[in-house]
């Protein structure tokens, strides 16, 4: 169990985003539907940054 804490917060700007499942597109099966959709994840990834220490109480 974690400790409490008495800290407060600016509220200046949003968080990272929640870790979301992973885009698959509909691509038949195979090594080039892999690398697309990995490449998506890591394009994604980049453009909208995730963490798991997203969600703020408020």
Sequence with gaps: ???PYNTSFPAMAYGPMCPQQATTLPLPSGFLAE???YLTNSVYNLV???AED???KT
Excluded: D, F, G
């Design 1 to 3: 169990m974690l400790p």
């Design 54 to 56: 997203c969600v703020y």
């Design 48 to 50: 909208i940054p995730s």
């Design 35 to 37: 690398k697309v959709n």
